[in-house]
């Protein structure tokens, strides 16, 4: 809803006119900007605003990735059940294959 005004409503008007189309892309794009300006003064006093926009922007270098190694876990505990396989047997395989294929030389084990 906007304003009490359903989605519907809104992507019709937007469809039959482009002048409100391009007023609200206007808009969206100023409160991004906006928004964006805000996160980065916070950051100046509070690193978590600073981090929040780092992980947001460039997600692979800065994101959270515990929660992909999770969810990549939980996968793979289901696929041994459903093969009838170790899946300790079967990290260590994935992990041989990653290291294989990585530019850049694997750290050694521990």
Do not use: C
Not at 24 to 51: K, S, Y
Not at 96 to 105: E, G, K
């Amino acid at each position: 809803m906007y304003a009490g005004i359903s989605e519907d409503t809104v992507a019709n008007w937007r469809r039959s006119s482009s002048a409100f189309s391009d007023a609200v892309t206007r808009a969206e794009a100023e409160a991004d900007v906006a928004l964006v300006a805000f996160v980065r003064q916070a950051a100046q006093t509070d690193w978590r605003a600073g981090m929040e926009l780092l992980s947001r922007r460039w997600p692979e270098t800065w994101g959270r990735h515990d929660r992909v190694d999770v969810e990549l876990k939980l996968q793979l505990r289901r696929l041994a059940a459903e093969l009838e396989l170790d899946p300790q047997e079967m990290l260590a395989e994935a992990e041989r294959i990653v290291a294989r294929h990585q530019p850049w030389p694997a750290p050694p084990n521990s």
